[in-house]
């Protein structure tokens, strides 16, 4: 079965620095999304993407972030300042068509922001 | 927030069946219901998804009440490996909605 990539598996940060988590998407995927999951919690929304738009974002998703896929390949998030509370696995996930189709989920990031 | 309601845990024994329901009075008629499982920290993974008929894949089978307001997902003969965390799902069947995850079911395989 296809599968979406994301690198680097973990991330250790300080407070306050930049971090860019990568995703690559399976190939005819039209939709992304990235959710985050903090240790022991639910499995949260954060945005999605379509067309080069931000389709939908939660309240999580403030100034700090943002997504781009620059290259038309790979998806990326990145958190401008990062706080402790950003420390999590952070899961991208893409599908094909928006309509009535399952989405496949990364193996995740896991940042730890020290 | 989740539209759905699960038990927070369950236990089966190998090689038996697992039955895990959900419940979802609220449904409305365009909205599917997707089952997914997390495996420890690994990402969520697509299992079955329904409207209103039964499905059946290689990996398990969805029961929807005819009212749609539960469902139950069957695997048939569960092994270890099936030990994970279960969601149910509803979700809107268009555009790039997104799933809303609750806390889902623990289900244990013991051998």
């Known amino acids: 079965e296809p599968e979406v990539t994301q690198t680097p598996s973990h991330q250790v940060t300080q407070m306050g620095q930049e971090v860019i988590l990568r995703c690559v998407p399976i190939?005819?995927?039209?939709?992304f999304y990235w959710y985050r999951q903090i240790l022991g919690q639910k499995v949260e929304f954060l945005v999605s993407?379509?067309?080069?738009?931000?389709?939908?974002k939660s309240e999580i998703f403030d100034d700090q972030f943002s997504v781009e896929r620059p290259d038309g390949s790979n998806f990326t998030l990145k958190i401008r300042s990062t706080k402790l509370e950003d420390s999590a696995m952070y899961f991208c996930?893409?599908?094909?068509?928006?309509?009535?189709?399952?989405?496949?989920f990364g193996s995740g990031t896991q940042l730890s922001v020290l | 927030d989740a539209k759905t309601t699960q038990p927070p845990s369950m236990d089966c024994a190998e090689g038996r069946a697992a039955n895990l329901p959900c419940n979802h009075s609220?449904?409305?008629?365009?909205?599917?219901v997707y089952w997914y499982r997390q495996i420890h920290s690994q990402g969520p993974q697509y299992i079955i998804h329904?409207?209103?008929n039964n499905e059946t894949n290689e990996m398990a089978s969805l029961i929807i009440t005819e009212d749609r307001k539960s469902s139950t997902l069957i695997l048939p003969h569960a092994t270890l490996r099936d030990t994970a965390v279960y969601y149910c799902?509803?979700?809107?069947?268009?555009?790039?909605?997104?799933?809303?995850f609750g806390k889902g079911t623990k289900l244990t395989v013991n051998p």
């Open positions: 993407f379509y067309n080069n738009e931000i389709s939908e």
């Open positions: 609220t449904i409305s008629g365009n909205e599917y």
């Open positions: 996930a893409t599908t094909q068509q928006g309509t009535n189709e399952k989405l496949f």
């Open positions: 799902i509803v979700r809107v069947g268009g555009g790039s909605e997104k799933l809303v």
């Open positions: 329904g409207l209103k």
């Open positions: 190939s005819n995927h039209l939709y």
